[in-house]
């Protein structure tokens, strides 16, 4: 997974915020970007109870479109728990439905029976810059003042 910055409407609470923070997760990204999320799934539904739990009901396609396998699953579910959790410091998991019921799995590989924590490992560090090697040398330093100079050294007279 990369981030990807949205433009996402302000919502006036945390559960109407919570809804747009999804619906942009199952927008279209922009090229070169694919999107974790099978083509087609809608958002049914979202709640938010008082212990810091999102509970996101998303259409069958979640599930039946999906390619399989389990890196794959995985990169689908925490495209949605990371940016729930990661935009609302007041959600601290989520746990994803299918068609208003609970599942055991999307594609077999990750237990969705309970509301998952977020899990940034599976978010791709952005790429650094290289800064080119200057091809100049680096100017000699000399040697602070309590170390020894190197054992090669010649003996100062």
Do not use: C
């Amino acid at each position: 997974l990369v981030a990807a910055e949205h433009e996402v409407p302000f919502g006036e609470s945390t559960l109407q915020q919570a809804r747009r923070i999804v619906e942009a997760q199952l927008a279209s990204p922009a090229a070169p970007l694919v999107s974790a999320i099978p083509q087609g799934t809608r958002l049914r539904a979202i709640y938010v109870n008082g212990n810091g739990e999102a509970f996101v009901d998303l259409s069958r396609e979640v599930s039946s479109a999906h390619p399989g396998g389990a890196l794959d699953e995985i990169l689908t579910v925490y495209s949605i728990v990371n940016a729930v959790t990661m935009n609302l410091p007041a959600v601290r998991a989520v746990q994803i439905l299918v068609d208003g019921h609970e599942v055991d799995t999307l594609a077999g590989h990750v237990d969705l029976r309970r509301p998952l924590p977020r899990n940034a490992s599976w978010i791709e560090e952005p790429m650094v810059p290289v800064v080119p090697a200057t091809t100049e040398p680096l100017p000699a330093s000399p040697i602070p003042n309590g170390m020894a100079p190197p054992r090669d050294a010649p003996p100062k007279k």
